[in-house]
Antibody
């Protein structure tokens, strides 16, 4: 069955960096785009970034553009989110989700919590 | 950027009620609209895609309609498991945008 497992979250000081990973299984990873979506405590869902199946195209929300980088390793069935210059308002649960471009996000991980605090 | 709005933000309903949630896009998105259900501490679950297509395994009491800028999610007979937050989402190959959510409470 399809599984997505995020890792790498934790507590980090403002201005520092963190890299999240999302390990996948149960589907042909190299055939799908992947999203990162975040949810601040008690708030709604915010799309962060998408990477196409072949990594040739990447798109970002304005709120993270220039600070976050999405990447993937199709040999490891894993997508990453490198987060630099972290701010307090980046505090959120970060979900990875499979991008089915005709359907939306059909499978999600359980999320990993990132807390940015001094 | 496309902005999504939802109404109401909260609704109280009883088991067996028919519930309708509305979602509006700031510009036409054709039928590139999905609906998700989220329960506390859990990831969102896809219910409806392409505005009206029911995701596999989702009960048939859920239905979606609309196109262009106005969409609805209807739960025909609310069940105890349906009390949750519902989000609409516009999607394309470049990005996604979520509505602010509608919380369905027990009356």
């Amino acid at each position: 069955q399809v599984q997505l497992v995020e890792s790498g979250g934790g507590v980090v000081q403002p201005g520092r960096s963190l890299r999240l990973s999302c390990a996948t299984s149960g589907f042909t990873f190299s055939s799908y785009g992947m999203h990162w979506v975040r949810q601040a405590p008690g708030k709604g869902l915010e799309w962060v970034a998408v990477i196409w199946y072949d990594a040739n195209n990447k798109y970002y929300a304005d709120s993270v553009k220039g600070r976050f980088t999405i990447s993937r390793d199709n040999s490891k069935n894993t997508v990453y989110l490198q987060m630099n210059s972290l701010r307090v308002d980046d505090t959120a649960v970060y979900f990875c989700a499979r991008a089915s471009f005709s359907i939306g996000s059909d499978f999600w991980g359980q999320g990993t919590l990132v807390t940015v605090s001094s | 950027d496309i902005q999504m709005t939802q109404s109401p933000s909260t609704l109280s309903a009883s088991v067996g009620d028919r519930v309708t949630i509305t979602c509006r896009a700031s510009q036409s998105i054709s039928t590139w609209l999905a609906w998700y259900q989220q329960k506390p501490g859990k990831a969102p679950k896809l219910l409806i895609y392409k505005a009206s297509s029911l995701e596999s395994g989702v009960p048939s009491r859920f239905s979606g309609s609309g196109s262009g800028t106005e969409f609805t999610l209807t739960i025909s007979s609310l069940q105890p498991d349906d009390f949750a937050i519902y989000y609409c989402q516009q999607y394309n190959i470049y990005s996604q945008a979520f509505g602010p959510g509608t919380k369905v409470n027990i009356k």
